[in-house]
Antibody, heavy 121, light 111 residues
Framework: QVQLQESGPGLVKPSQTLSLACSVSGGSISSGGDYWSWIRQHPGKGLEWIGYIYSSGSTYYNPSLKSRVTISMDMSKNQFSLKLSSVTAADTAVYFC?????????????WGQGTMVTVSS | QSALTQPASVSGSPGQSITISCTGTSSDVGSYNLVSWYQKHPGKAPKVIIYEVSKRPSGVSNRFSASNSGNTASLTISGLQAEDEADYYCCSYAGSSTHVVFGGGTKVTVL
């Protein structure tokens, strides 16, 4: 049973870079077919897809965040990571990592429990 | 503003059926049979209840059904139960540039 677990600072200062990691257990991120994703939910708002990475290392980002987002993977640790630069209060949200098991088409079957990140000085 | 439009709230009495709409465009819902639906309880991670327009993952109640018509996807919950009270989000593939878009979510209240 694949499980995901987010980790990282819960507080980030404005203009700095938000960095989160998602550890994958019960399966390998290098296995083909799965897209490893980051999704966020602003307080009281809906879900927003941030981007995903495929096992080949190919990345795909939300056009509205593309200039600030980097998603990478570390196969030795079986985890993938999110970096969001130049953060502002508008980036305060719960960040989820998730697995898209249908070739990156928005079918997310496994989610982490989410981690709250607050951007504040 | 979310790419897909959902009603903010829908309510129904136990045992009733309700339908949630999800309106997109010809660039997403209208072009691909790749709409998924998620149930989200407060403080919990979303749970996929429908994928590829109308398919239910193993273990999801058959009280949940969904379909597409043109640029609008719909989720129906039949035999409404107290445990169905949650937020529901639609999601669609939107092509190789935009990739994935979500709806703004619909709060379902069981009266």
């Amino acid at each position: 049973q694949v499980q995901l677990q987010e980790s990282g600072p819960g507080l980030v200062k404005p203009s700095q870079t938000l960095s989160l990691a998602c550890s994958v257990s019960g399966g390998s991120i290098s296995s083909g077919g799965d897209y490893w994703s980051w999704i966020r939910q602003h307080p009281g708002k809906g879900l927003e897809w941030i981007g995903y990475i495929y096992s080949s290392g190919s990345t795909y980002y939300n056009p509205s965040l593309k200039s600030r987002v980097t998603i990478s993977m570390d196969m030795s640790k079986n985890q993938f990571s999110l970096k969001l630069s130049s953060v502002t209060a508008a980036d305060t949200a719960v960040y989820f990592c998730a697995r898209d098991w249908k070739s990156g088409t928005g079918a997310f079957d496994i989610w982490g429990q989410g981690t709250m990140v607050t951007v504040s000085s | 503003q979310s790419a897909l439009t959902q009603p903010a709230s829908v309510s129904g009495s136990p045992g009733q059926s309700i339908t949630i709409s999800c309106t997109g465009t010809s660039s997403d819902v209208g072009s691909y049979n790749l709409v998924s639906w998620y149930q989200k309880h407060p403080g919990k991670a979303p749970k996929v209840i429908i994928y590829e327009v109308s398919k239910r993952p193993s273990g999801v109640s058959n009280r949940f059904s969904a379909s597409n018509s043109g640029n609008t996807a719909s989720l129906t919950i039949s035999g409404l139960q107290a445990e169905d009270e949650a937020d529901y989000y639609c999601c669609s593939y939107a092509g190789s540039s935009t990739h994935v878009v979500f709806g703004g979510g619909t709060k379902v209240t069981v009266l």
